[in-house]
Every structure is written in C-alpha cells, then in structure tokens.
C-alpha cells in the first residue's frame, strides 16, 4: 500500500508527498489518528486530499496511508433503520462504542453490523446460471423490507454451493463458478464506489405519478416515479415539515432522508418520530422501511460533501432489487457550500458567487441518478429512485447560483412561499410559480385510476386560480362589488379551491394523507359547483346569495372525512345537494 | 503551565500581513497549535497555526500584529491546541475574551482543561427540547416561547434596546416549579467600554453575577481575538452542563461583530470571498458555533443559546442574520418603529418565530389554553396591523366597528402586552391573563381559534 508524508495542511484540506500509485477519489487515513481522508487531486506524487474529520493537532512529517479503494459504502443487509454520517459510519454505533454524547475523531465502526446474524433464504439452486444484478436468497430485513441479496454487478456464471440458514454479512453465502473457470465465494455484503452511478439496463419514462397524499403536490404539481423534485424556500416557509411529510406519506418502498448540513436537533426529531410513527401501506413503522443520513451543520465539511453521493448510492442499491426509493436531501444549497468551502481550500478559479465553475456539472450528476429503470439482471425487475433536494436559497433570492442550476435540471419545482407560511397557508406551496413537466406524462394514469375528466378538472381548477390572482388586484383597487357577477362567482369559488382543496393540516389524523380517488372526487365537487353557479348566475341569481347556501359548509368540511365514507356517503350527497341547492335559488331569487 | 523550555522558539518570521504572521523553516508544527509570540518589546501575545506547509507556518495572532517585525520578533509553539482550564469557581468571575480574568481575582485554579473547538454532538445522542423556559417577557414568553437546549436569537439594529433585553433575560430566566441549578454564560464580542460597564454593573447590581460566567472582548481588543470568546464561552457552557448538571443560559453578543472578524481574517489571507465579502465557510463556522446548544441523553444540563445579532441597515436579508436563521431555532425580531414609539422591549411577534414553542406550551407545560390563546392573539395583531395601513389610505372613519375593534386591539397589545417594565417579571399565567384580558376588546364571535370551553373558562366576563 502507498504511504505518504503530509506536507501541507489547511482546514479540511491535506497535501501529502510520495503518494505515487494512489488513484483519484482514493480513500486515505490521514495521521497518526487515521483520519478518513479521500483524494480529490494529484500531481507527480502529491496528492490532495480532502478529510473527512476536523484536522486540527495534525502535522506535516504524519504518514498518509492509502487504501487502495475509492469511498465506498456497504451493501448489505442492515442498512434499514440505520442512522449514518455522511461516510456511512452509523451513528447509534458510535454511540454505543465511545460512550460519548460526541462524535470523537478517528472513531471506526462498521457500516453493517457484523455479529448480527440473517436469516438467509435462497431462491436459487446448484446449477443455476445467474449474473451480476441477479437475486440469489432473500433476507427478512425489517417487517416492511425483503432484502433481496444481489449477485454483486460483474459476476456472471453457475451456482456451484448455495447456502441457507442464518449468517453475519461476512460469511459465504454461495460459491459461483464464473465462465473462466474461476470460483467466486459470494457474500450477502458488497461495496460500491459511491460517486459511480450503480449500473441499470434500460431507464424507462416517467408514466406512473409518485403518490404522496399531499392534494397540492398529487393533482397540480404531480412528481413522477423516478422524477427529480426541488424544493426551494426561505427560512420559516415550512420546508421541512413538507419533505417530512413526503418522507412519511409517499407510496415509495424504500425512503432515504438525508439530514444534509442541516439543523442537528431536526434530525433528532426524525430520529425520535420515525420509530413511532405508523407506515400507512404496512401497519409497521415508518423506521423500517427509512434509512437516514445526519450529516448536521456542525459535522465534518467534507462529509457533507459525501452524504449525498453516499445516500443515492444507497438508494440506487434498493432500485436495483426492484423497489421504489423516494431519496429527499435536505439540503442542496448546504451541499454546494461544502462543494464551495473545499474549492477556495484548494484555491481554485470561483465561477459565481465563489461557487466552483463544476456546481452545474455536479448538481446535473446527482439528480441524473434518479429514475424509473429496468434493473440488471437476468430477471425482469423494474424500480426507481425518485430525488426531491431542498434548496436553501440566501435571502430567499430564487436567482442564486444554487437555485437557478438546480432548476435547469429538475422537472418539478415546488415553491413554497413564506407569505404563504405567514398567512398560516399550508403547505406553503405557491400554486402560481411552481411547476410540473410531468403532467402530459402521468395523465394516461390519473385517467384511469380516477375519472376521465381529471385531467380537464385539474387544469380548469388551475385556470380559476390564476384568473383569481388577476382579479384580486382589480378587487384591491375597487373592491369585490365593482366586478361583474361570473366574475365574482370565481373569486368565490378560488377561495374555496385554496381552503377546501390546497390547504391541508399535516397534523390532523385523517387529512394528513389525501388518496387519489379521495382528491380527484374533492375537486370534482368544487368544480361542479363552480359549473353549476356560473349557469345559475346566468339565470339572474346574486352571487352573494350562492356564497351562503348551506352545502358550501360541508364542501369544507370534506377533507376531514375518511375516503371511504366520503366515496360512498358524502360525495354522491354533496353533488346532489349542488345541484338542488343553487338550483333552489333560481326558483326563489 | 508547562515549563517555557518546553516550547521550540523561533526568530525566523518572513513576512507579516494583517493579523497573520508567517513563519519559515519550523519544523513539526500541528495545524491548530497554539502559539505564543513575543514582541520585539517583550510583549507576550497568543496565535493559532492556520495552515502549515512542511517547514512554513502562518499564524493568526489574536492580540494584533501592531508592533511585531520580521527580524526581532520570537515565535513559540506550544503543542497544544487551544484549550481552556474550566473549573466551578469561575462561576461569578469576569474574563476577557481569551479567558484571562480581569476582575482583579485570582487565576483560576482549572479541574480540567478542554478543546474550545469542541466535538460535534451526535445527533442520536440529542433529545428534542421540550422544557419551557420563564423569561418574564411577555413577548417571548407568550408567542415565541423559548425551551430549554433551544437557540434562539435575537435580530436587532443599532441603537435598538438589545442589551437591556439580554441583561432582563439574564436574569429572570427560570425553569419553573424547579430547584435545578441554573447559570449563565454571557459572552461578549466587539462592544464598547459603555456596553461592558452597563453590562457588569447590571449583573453586579442585581446579584445575576453569581451564577454567570462574563466573558468580555472589548471594541478596542483585536478582532481576531473575537473568534475565540464564543468558543470559550460555550466550551464552559458544556463544562458546567454536561459535566456539573447545570441548566446553562449562554448570551453571546454580539454575533455581527464575531462575523465581521471572520471575514478580516478571510480577507487577510487573500480567500476567495463569498457574498458581500463574507467567507465561504461562514455557515459552516457559524454553526460549530450554534450548533453547541442542546438537551442531551443521559445528562441533566442543558444548553439553550441566545445570540444577539445586529442587523446592517436593518436588513434581515443580509448575509449574517440570513445563515443565522437557516441554523436557530427561530429568531426574536426587534422593531425600530415600536422602538420609536416608546415601547420596550420592541419585540414584533409577527416575523419573530420561535420553531420549539408548540413543545414547550401547553398542558403540563405551561397553562391548557396556551397554543389557542396565542394563535388568536397573533392572528388578532396580524389583522390590526393590516387595518393600519388602510387607515392611512381611507382614514379610520370609513372602517366598520369590527375593524375599529381590531385596530383598537394591536394599538392596546402593543402598549400594555408587548411594553413591559426594565425589571418587571412576569409569570407565564399574569401573561396569559393579559392575553385574554386584551381579547375582550374584540366580538367574542371573533375568537374563531379557540374552543368555546376554553372561551367559557378563561375570558373575562365584561
């Protein structure tokens, strides 16, 4: 193994001698204390090398040792319920192994559990031919995740020994004979480099729409199955609570959070809620199927730097067995800072805002790792990884460097909006200026699975909205009265679609999660009232008078109410009664 | 302290620029080390390794580089990071902002020394604040309630009221019902003599001295001296928490002038700025240090932090209180326009927020009625303060009696809930009292945020 000698030191940012033979992106131990360390530059035989700890006590003459490996992370059964860092080192862990409420340096614990023992089930036999990607057993990991254990990507032969029964990560679980004659013993744990994208075979077309139970998100700015989402807000518009409750409600398999250079006691606030809180499609906890990434404000840089590569990769492995994994990062612009602090520490050109002249190139990477694919393999497996990265943007400028890249690449903006937050308006998403290109994508589905008049429902309802925007400047100039009836009518019924359908209380037992079939009826009522108003105005009936029939209080009260109930009781009722209520104005004006 | 024949010393500074000193041909030299340095005079002044390179260091000296020459200027390093020697006996003492006494006691006799860097807490060792903190404030304590291991600042402006709020804060902050001990670490950064006087004798006078540790960076003292005192500050925070039991109360002020030394340094070195001059890492750095609050598993002390920033032309938006808020738990947002009209503390509750308040209100907490009354209360003002903008337009003849109500209500919240005397306590149940006293000025039909049986029990029958 190459050993160097450190000859420069700087922050996070170590130059070391004689490190000839060493690749790039390179892990190291750096020290005397074996800081992890990862090589971002080489010249000659000087390498550069970003560590993943504080530095500080560290001297030049101290050996850097290397690795021979990239960064990595393990694959394998255990990563479910997991609490890591941004290099994977799983935090409870450390915990217990220091005893210490800090996270001293040079600590080394193992991603995966090694003493834990699976219980190993193959669902391969002798003589099988398989190849990388290829499931060879499964593993029950958690109530709601069957681990599926991969042939790890590069393998390709006979099954020579299979095994079955209970197992740490470490032993053999099957021996395969390769092509060349070579015998290949295959573990339930692999490793993969994390800034290489996990290989697929075919990506697929975003067709199928992401459900999340949020109406806002579902109907207006729908994100599909292996879609890239953005999420940019100022401080105190709810950006949080809105990528806590995707994490908690979306109809993903496998959901990743990754506590990106964020608030330390937010994290501790997943940690604490996720163990408790149930998984509406299992009835298990929502831990079992989470893996979370707490790489707070206040931990290494240049850990930041990695949580994000560390997470996708993560989740990249889970898409491979043919689940759908819903990754948030929490948030991006932290992880462009970090990109930010390491390129001033290696005195490269800044490009704007000091930001490295590569944030584009890196921020396109990262969410071009998302999407819906057919697996490698030999079998027909089919997952997807969906992205949705929170942007922090300074001062709540949309046009920074961070946001203004990230939003060439993403396909759906969510824009929450701090009036909005103000207003106590949640989620704080602006329905003017968020977007979703994946709309004409997921129609065909919504068409089916609800009515098919959803998509005209949804676009009318968008075109109320936006016509209210206009409105309200006129009404704030000459007040509600001055406006010609119809006119009036949408004013009214806008209002209704921004109480009764946008805003939704995270907190209340039933609203928090809205079902498809439970959106599409919700607007559909608030739309035949809209129709159903506009012709009774036609006919001369006052629109304050349409304001006050009694069923529009019940129209509120629809989020509240179960779907099934609503299906089968409350909806049939709620059109009929429309329908003969403002019908009831044009006989008695 | 070890014996100075320890030390390797060295003559051969090369080159010095601003407050940094570069120094050739060392040998050995740990990033970080602490460094003494002795003027051409004899002087003694302390630095911090910034960078080294095989036999080059540059040393940041925190006394200021007035008065150093290349040529007689000797250099000390000490193999030591910095540390600082904490004991309970510097409770009641008062520190420069390097952690020298300058009270005119003792030294002080350290049980222990540590890291003023600290170590990141691991976020599964946290637990989630949820203790309600009495500040006697009615504005922070009603709307923007504060909990113990939160970090909550405070964004005023130049010539706003902040030193007399920190120093009321200081010294009515209790946990109730509770005889735990309590004690508060007060650190400030950049301020005048004026300030540091008002300050001691305010602490003197009132006998919160006893509990508190004061450590104080003067206007006149280096700048660079400014990026230790917080960090020692808080390093004896997790002393007397963590290790003594203590619920500990840190106050630093005030964070703009610790962030104006972050970027002379930055620009010292010839970094690459970020926005307006500010360094890249200023989020990074600003969180180590914000960052160091917290309720912990297994230990009984706590850290709950109030930074106090000003904002450059009140501007919330400007970089400092900008990454300052992406990092608290909410901000308490002082008001030059209540200020103007006479009214202390001037908190505006409408953009001040607390994040942790729904965990510290409440049943068991603070009074059953607390989140309700609160949410009408805030709702309440937010309406009063947009009628008073259309008073100005249409004048207060055209508005209904419902609107008149509302005005009538931001006006009186303002005068008799918001004010609030320089050493007037309140208990938690006179400020909820008043909240709901103040409510009567409205329709009761109007209080649409709270359950009748809560209406029924708690509003003031006319």
Same mark, same amino acid.
């Given at each position: 193994?190459?050993?160097?000698?450190?000859?420069?030191?700087?922050?996070?940012?170590?130059?070391?001698?004689?490190?000839?033979?060493?690749?790039m992106?390179?892990?190291?131990r750096?020290?005397?204390?074996?800081l992890?360390?990862?090589i971002?530059?080489?010249?000659?035989?000087?390498?550069?090398?970003?560590?993943?700890e504080?530095t500080?006590?560290?001297?030049?003459?101290?050996?850097?040792e290397?690795?021979?490996?990239?960064?990595?992370?393990?694959?394998?059964?255990?990563?479910?319920?997991?609490?890591?860092?941004g290099?994977?080192?799983?935090?409870?862990?450390?915990?217990?192994?220091t005893?210490s409420?800090?996270?001293?340096?040079?600590?080394s614990?193992?991603?995966?559990?090694?003493?834990v023992k699976?219980?190993?089930?193959p669902?391969?036999?002798?003589?099988?031919y398989?190849?990388g990607?290829?499931?060879?057993?499964?593993?029950?990991e958690?109530?709601s995740?069957?681990?599926?254990?991969?042939?790890?990507?590069?393998?390709?032969?006979?099954?020579?020994?299979?095994?079955?029964?209970k197992?740490?990560?470490?032993?053999t679980?099957?021996?395969?004979?390769?092509?060349?004659?070579?015998?290949k013993?295959?573990k339930?744990m692999?490793? &993969? $480099?994390?800034?290489?994208p996990?290989?697929?075979?075919?990506?697929?077309?975003?067709?199928?729409?992401?459900?999340?139970?949020?109406?806002?998100i579902?109907?207006?700015?729908?994100?599909?199955?292996?879609?890239t989402?953005?999420?940019p807000?100022?401080?105190?518009?709810g950006?949080?609570?809105?990528?806590q409750?995707?994490?908690?409600?979306?109809?993903?398999?496998?959901?990743i959070?990754?506590?990106c250079?964020?608030?330390?006691?937010?994290?501790?606030?997943?940690?604490?809620?996720?163990?408790?809180?149930?998984?509406?499609?299992?009835?298990?906890?929502?831990?079992?199927?989470?893996i979370?990434?707490?790489?707070?404000?206040n931990m290494?840089?240049?850990?930041?730097?990695?949580s994000?590569?560390?997470?996708?990769t993560?989740?990249?492995?889970?898409?491979?067995?043919?689940y759908?994994?819903l990754?948030?990062a929490?948030?991006?612009?932290? &992880?462009?800072?970090a =990109?930010?602090e390491?390129a001033g520490?290696?005195?490269?050109?800044p490009?704007?805002?000091?930001?490295p002249?590569?944030?584009?190139?890196?921020l396109?990477?990262f969410?071009?790792?998302?999407?819906?694919?057919?697996?490698?393999?030999?079998?027909?497996k089919?997952?997807?990884?969906?992205?949705?990265?929170?942007v922090?943007p $300074?001062g709540?400028?949309?046009?920074?460097?961070?946001t203004?890249?990230?939003?060439?690449?993403?396909?759906?903006? &969510?824009?929450?909006?701090?009036?909005l937050?103000?207003?106590?308006?949640?989620?704080?998403?602006?329905?003017?200026?968020?977007?979703?290109?994946y709309?004409?994508?997921?129609?065909? &589905?919504w068409?089916?699975?609800?009515?098919p008049?959803?998509?005209e429902?949804?676009?009318?309802?968008?075109?109320?909205?936006?016509?209210?925007?206009?409105?309200?400047?006129i009404?704030?100039?000459?007040?509600p009265?001055?406006?010609?009836?119809?006119e009036?009518?949408?004013?009214?019924?806008?209002?209704?679609?921004?109480?009764?359908f946008?805003?939704?209380?995270?907190?209340d037992?039933v609203?928090?999660?809205?079902?498809?079939?439970?959106?599409y009826?919700?607007?559909?009522?608030?739309?035949?009232f809209?129709r159903?108003?506009l012709?009774?105005?036609?006919?001369?009936?006052?629109?304050g008078k349409?304001?006050?029939?009694?069923?529009?209080?019940?129209?509120?009260? =629809?989020k509240?109410?179960p779907e099934?109930?609503?299906?089968?009781?409350?909806?049939p009722?709620?059109l009929?009664?429309?329908?003969?209520?403002?019908?009831?104005?044009?006989?008695?004006? | 302290?070890?014996?100075?024949?320890?030390?390797v010393?060295?003559?051969?500074?090369?080159?010095?620029?601003?407050?940094?000193?570069?120094?050739?041909?060392?040998k050995?030299?740990?990033?970080?080390?602490?460094?003494?340095?002795?003027?051409?005079?004899?002087?003694?002044?302390?630095?911090?390794?910034?960078?080294?390179?095989?036999?080059i260091a540059?040393?940041?000296?925190?006394?200021?580089?007035?008065?150093l020459?290349?040529?007689?200027?000797?250099?000390?390093?000490?193999?030591?990071?910095?540390?600082?020697?904490?004991?309970?006996?510097?409770?009641?003492?008062?520190?420069?902002?390097?952690?020298?006494?300058?009270?005119g006691?003792?030294?002080?006799?350290?049980?222990?020394?540590?890291?003023?860097?600290?170590?990141?807490?691991?976020?599964?060792?946290?637990?989630?604040?949820?203790?309600?903190i009495?500040?006697?404030?009615?504005a922070?304590?009603?709307?923007?309630?504060?909990?113990?291991?939160?970090?909550?600042?405070?964004?005023?402006?130049?010539?706003l009221?902040?030193?007399q709020?920190?120093?009321?804060?200081?010294?009515?902050?209790?946990v109730?019902?509770?005889?735990?001990?309590?004690?508060?670490?007060?650190?400030?950064?950049?301020?005048t003599?004026e300030?540091?006087?008002?300050?001691?004798?305010?602490?003197?006078k009132?006998?919160?001295?006893?509990?508190?540790?004061?450590f104080?960076?003067?206007?006149?003292?280096?700048?660079?001296?400014?990026?230790?005192?917080?960090?020692?500050?808080?390093?004896?925070?997790?002393?007397l928490?963590?290790?003594?039991? !203590?619920?500990?109360?840190?106050?630093?002020?005030? !964070?703009?002038?610790?962030?104006?030394?972050?970027?002379?340094?930055a620009?010292?070195?010839?970094?690459?700025?970020?926005?307006?001059?500010?360094?890249?890492?200023?989020?990074t750095?600003?969180?180590?240090?914000?960052?160091?609050?917290?309720r912990v598993?297994?230990?009984k002390?706590?850290?709950?932090?109030?930074?106090?920033?000003?904002? $450059?032309?009140?501007?919330?938006?400007?970089?400092?209180?900008?990454?300052?808020?992406?990092?608290?738990?909410?901000?308490i947002?002082?008001s030059?326009?209540?200020?103007?009209?006479?009214?202390?503390?001037?908190?505006?509750?409408?953009?001040s927020l607390?994040?942790?308040?729904?965990?510290?209100?409440g049943?068991?907490?603070?009074r059953?009625?607390?989140?309700?009354?609160?949410?009408?209360?805030?709702?309440?003002?937010?309406?009063?303060?947009?009628?008073?903008?259309?008073v100005?337009?249409?004048g207060?003849e055209?508005?209904?009696e419902?609107?008149?109500?509302?005005?009538?209500f931001?006006?009186?919240?303002?005068?008799?809930?918001?004010s609030?005397?320089?050493?007037?306590?309140?208990?938690?149940?006179?400020?909820?009292?008043?909240?709901?006293?103040?409510?009567?000025i409205?329709?009761?039909e109007?209080?649409?945020?709270?359950?009748?049986?809560?209406?029924?029990?708690?509003l003031?029958?006319k």
């Amino acid at each position: 193994m190459v050993v160097g000698k450190i000859v420069k030191i700087a922050g996070p940012v170590v130059v070391a001698d004689g490190m000839k033979g060493s690749q790039m992106y390179e892990v190291v131990r750096v020290g005397e204390e074996k800081l992890t360390g990862e090589i971002i530059q080489l010249r000659g035989d000087r390498a550069v090398i970003q560590v993943y700890e504080e530095t500080t006590g560290i001297r030049p003459g101290e050996p850097v040792e290397g690795t021979g490996a990239p960064l990595s992370v393990e694959l394998g059964p255990g990563l479910l319920k997991s609490i890591y860092d941004g290099i994977q080192r799983p935090l409870t862990a450390i915990e217990t192994v220091t005893g210490s409420i800090f996270i001293p340096r040079g600590v080394s614990v193992p991603a995966l559990p090694r003493d834990v023992k699976w219980d190993f089930v193959p669902t391969v036999k002798e003589g099988d031919y398989v190849e990388g990607g290829d499931v060879i057993g499964t593993v029950e990991e958690t109530k709601s995740i069957v681990h599926k254990v991969l042939l790890p990507v590069g393998i390709k032969g006979k099954i020579k020994e299979i095994k079955s029964g209970k197992f740490t990560v470490e032993d053999t679980v099957a021996v395969v004979e390769t092509e060349d004659g070579e015998e290949k013993e295959i573990k339930m744990m692999q490793k &993969w $480099p994390v800034r290489k994208p996990r290989p697929y075979r075919e990506k697929l077309p975003p067709t199928i729409p992401l459900i999340t139970g949020e109406r806002i998100i579902d109907t207006f700015f729908s994100l599909a199955k292996g879609g890239t989402a953005a999420i940019p807000g100022p401080f105190g518009s709810g950006k949080t609570v809105t990528q806590q409750q995707l994490a908690k409600w979306s109809d993903a398999d496998v959901v990743i959070y990754i506590g990106c250079g964020e608030r330390g006691n937010e994290m501790t606030e997943v940690i604490e809620e996720f163990p408790h809180l149930e998984d509406r499609r299992t009835g298990n906890k929502l831990i079992d199927r989470t893996i979370l990434i707490a790489n707070t404000s206040n931990m290494p840089v240049a850990a930041r730097e990695a949580s994000i590569y560390t997470g996708v990769t993560i989740a990249e492995y889970f898409r491979d067995m043919g689940y759908g994994v819903l990754l948030t990062a929490d948030s991006t612009s932290r &992880w462009a800072e970090a =990109m930010r602090e390491i390129a001033g520490r290696l005195e490269e050109m800044p490009g704007e805002e000091g930001y490295p002249a590569y944030l584009a190139s890196r921020l396109a990477q990262f969410y071009e790792r998302a999407g819906r694919v057919k697996c490698v393999g030999s079998e027909e497996k089919e997952g997807f990884v969906c992205i949705v990265g929170a942007v922090s943007p $300074p001062g709540g400028d949309f046009s920074e460097p961070v946001t203004s890249n990230t939003l060439r690449i993403v396909k759906v903006f &969510w824009a929450l909006d701090a009036n909005l937050a103000r207003r106590r308006h949640f989620p704080a998403i602006n329905w003017l200026q968020s977007y979703s290109l994946y709309i004409d994508d997921v129609t065909p &589905w919504w068409q089916e699975n609800t009515g098919p008049d959803w998509r005209e429902l949804r676009d009318e309802a968008m075109r109320l909205l936006q016509k209210e925007a206009e409105l309200q400047e006129i009404v704030q100039l000459v007040g509600p009265d001055a406006l010609p009836d119809r006119e009036r009518v949408i004013l009214e019924v806008a209002r209704m679609l921004r109480e009764d359908f946008l805003q939704q209380d995270a907190f209340d037992e039933v609203d928090t999660y809205c079902p498809p079939m439970k959106q599409y009826m919700m607007l559909k009522i608030i739309m035949t009232f809209y129709r159903k108003a506009l012709e009774v105005v036609e006919k001369g009936v006052d629109p304050g008078k349409i304001a006050k029939v009694p069923v529009k209080r019940d129209i509120a009260r =629809m989020k509240f109410i179960p779907e099934d109930k609503f299906l089968k009781e409350v909806a049939p009722e709620l059109l009929e009664r429309i329908e003969k209520e403002l019908e009831a104005l044009v006989e008695n004006p | 302290m070890e014996a100075v024949d320890k030390y390797v010393e060295y003559t051969s500074v090369s080159s010095i620029a601003g407050p940094l000193v570069i120094v050739e041909g060392v040998k050995g030299v740990a990033y970080g080390e602490i460094v003494e340095i002795i003027t051409p005079s004899g002087e003694k002044r302390t630095g911090q390794v910034l960078e080294v390179r095989e036999d080059i260091a540059v040393v940041q000296v925190f006394e200021g580089t007035t008065g150093l020459s290349t040529d007689r200027t000797r250099v000390r390093f000490t193999g030591e990071t910095a540390k600082i020697g904490v004991s309970l006996e510097m409770l009641g003492r008062i520190f420069d902002g390097t952690g020298r006494p300058i009270d005119g006691g003792p030294e002080i006799i350290p049980e222990k020394k540590m890291d003023i860097n600290g170590y990141p807490l691991n976020p599964v060792s946290r637990r989630t604040p949820d203790d309600f903190i009495q500040t006697g404030i009615s504005a922070i304590d009603g709307p923007n309630t504060l909990v113990r291991g939160q970090k909550l600042p405070i964004f005023s402006g130049s010539g706003l009221p902040h030193n007399q709020l920190a120093v009321q804060i200081a010294r009515q902050a209790k946990v109730r019902g509770e005889g735990e001990r309590f004690a508060v670490v007060f650190a400030a950064m950049g301020i005048t003599s004026e300030e540091a006087n008002f300050f001691m004798e305010e602490f003197k006078k009132t006998g919160a001295l006893e509990k508190a540790v004061v450590f104080i960076n003067l206007a006149d003292d280096p700048a660079i001296e400014r990026i230790l005192t917080p960090r020692i500050a808080l390093t004896t925070a997790e002393y007397l928490a963590y290790e003594k039991d !203590m619920h500990v109360l840190v106050i630093l002020t005030d !964070m703009t002038n610790y962030c104006e030394a972050l970027r002379e340094i930055a620009a010292a070195r010839n970094e690459v700025p970020g926005r307006r001059g500010y360094p890249g890492y200023m989020y990074t750095d600003l969180a180590t240090i914000y960052e160091r609050a917290g309720r912990v598993k297994g230990k009984k002390g706590t850290i709950t932090q109030i930074p106090i920033l000003t904002m $450059p032309h009140d501007d919330i938006t400007h970089p400092i209180p900008d990454l300052t808020g992406y990092i608290t738990e909410g901000q308490i947002v002082l008001s030059r326009e209540l200020h103007r009209k006479g009214i202390y503390p001037p908190i505006d509750i409408l953009p001040s927020l607390s994040r942790l308040a729904s965990k510290g209100q409440g049943k068991g907490k603070t009074r059953e009625d607390h989140p309700k009354v609160m949410s009408q209360i805030y709702a309440a003002y937010a309406e009063g303060r947009s009628l008073r903008d259309l008073v100005a337009v249409v004048g207060e003849e055209a508005l209904t009696e419902r609107d008149r109500a509302y005005l009538r209500f931001a006006d009186e919240f303002e005068r008799r809930f918001v004010s609030q005397g320089k050493d007037e306590d309140r208990s938690i149940e006179e400020t909820l009292d008043l909240a709901w006293e103040l409510l009567t000025i409205l329709p009761r039909e109007e209080l649409k945020r709270i359950p009748e049986e809560l209406i029924e029990k708690y509003l003031p029958k006319k």
